[in-house]
């Protein structure tokens, strides 16, 4: 039993170090009050978790994809979520990895 504890409380630990970007946080569908966190030069339109997962390699943040994951939200579309390094304030990152991905399309939102 003390085994399982020290394995739960590591993964507490780790995730405290780490950042959830579950892809309603930058997409432009959706209004701030639906869950979006960039601003709108920022967001693209339907974003998807590989293109969050390139985008936050590319920014050195050692992205996981977490793939049968749901946002509170919407539990029942298990669309996946992206883990990142916690290297600043969550905003600051999201706007760096919404920038990030307009650029991975080619200018386009």
């Known amino acids: 039993m003390t085994e399982y504890l020290d394995v739960m409380q590591k993964e507490q630990m780790q995730s405290k170090r780490r950042i959830f970007i579950w892809p309603v946080y930058l997409d432009l569908n959706h209004t701030r009050r639906e869950g979006r966190l960039t601003k709108v030069a920022h ?60 650029r991975l399309r080619g200018g386009k939102q």
């Open 43 to 102: 967001s693209v339109k339907a974003p998807k978790v590989s293109e969050i997962k390139r985008a936050a390699e590319n920014l050195g943040l050692h992205p996981e994809v977490e793939a049968d994951r749901a946002h509170p939200a919407t539990w029942w579309d298990r669309g996946g979520r992206v883990t990142i390094d916690n290297a600043g304030p969550k905003t600051a990152l999201l706007d760096k990895i919404g920038a990030e991905v307009i």
